[in-house]
């Protein structure tokens, strides 16, 4: 089983949607969460980093479920520039090292 | 600019040539790491370094080399290049230091071993 599993997708929303991805770990020992953002044949960026608190940026909204290991990101108002694919990252934090999802696809259409 | 940069960004290679991706950093980043990507899977990290000639495995460390030498560059070695190593290879830094833990990658290399 992956470390962390994301729905590939792809979602395809109009403009000025309200898209959510789930993200979910398998690895208890994971402490930190991130979401990056993967434009085609382009390296990852970082988009936000996840706090148990849940934390918002601008139209993105990212929560965690430490209970059920998953992780969420919200984008409301859906931009033509946010297609792209999204990464759901976990880190062990004593190991350094990062386990990404494979990728959840978002196309938005005008 | 604060920047990754990777050498080459295509690679096209025969079974058992070895080659040498060459990543560097101008961030003066301690932590950097390799990362390989495929379709349906995901990046999976292959080797990674909290400093100078500090190395660690990662998820898919079998059939790679690294050394830290430097802080600046983290090269990844391939001794004998399989096609099953066929990907997309992004190398990645981190100011470890300060705490943070936002990657920076660099745009990325394409090999394709024949």
């Given amino acids: 089983r992956k470390e962390v599993e ?5 979602f395809n929303v ?3 949607a309200t898209v959510a991805f789930n993200c979910t770990y398998s690895n208890s020992a994971s402490q930190s969460f991130f979401w990056y953002r993967q434009d085609c044949r382009k390296e990852p ?3 936000m980093s996840v706090y148990s608190s849940g934390n918002e ?3 993105f909204t990212a929560q965690l479920n430490r209970a059920s290991q998953y992780i969420s990101l919200l984008i409301r108002d859906s931009k033509l520039s946010d297609s792209a694919t999204y990464l759901c990252v976990g880190q062990i934090y004593n190991f350094n090292k990062f386990y990404f999802g494979s990728g959840t696809k978002l196309n938005v259409k005008p | 600019e604060a920047q990754v940069t990777q050498n080459p960004r295509y690679l096209i290679t025969v079974t058992g040539k070895k080659l040498t991706v060459t990543c560097s ?3 003066n980043h301690e932590y950097m790491s390799w990362y390989r990507q495929d379709p349906g899977l995901g990046l999976r ?4 370094s909290m400093n100078v000639e500090v190395t660690d495995k990662g998820d898919v460390p079998e059939g790679y080399k690294v050394s830290r030498k430097e802080k600046r560059n983290f090269p990844l070695i391939l001794e004998s290049p399989s096609p099953n190593q066929t990907s997309l290879y992004f190398c990645a830094s981190r100011d470890y230091s300060s705490g943070t833990n936002e990657q920076f990658f660099g745009p990325g290399t394409r090999l394709t071993v024949l």
């Fill in chain 1, 6 to 10: 994301q729905d590939p997708g792809p």
């Fill in chain 1, 14 to 16: 109009p403009e000025g």
């Fill in chain 1, 45 to 47: 960026k970082l988009l």
């Fill in chain 1, 57 to 59: 940026d601008g139209r």
């Fill in chain 2, 25 to 27: 950093q101008n961030m």
């Fill in chain 2, 45 to 48: 990290q292959i080797y990674y």
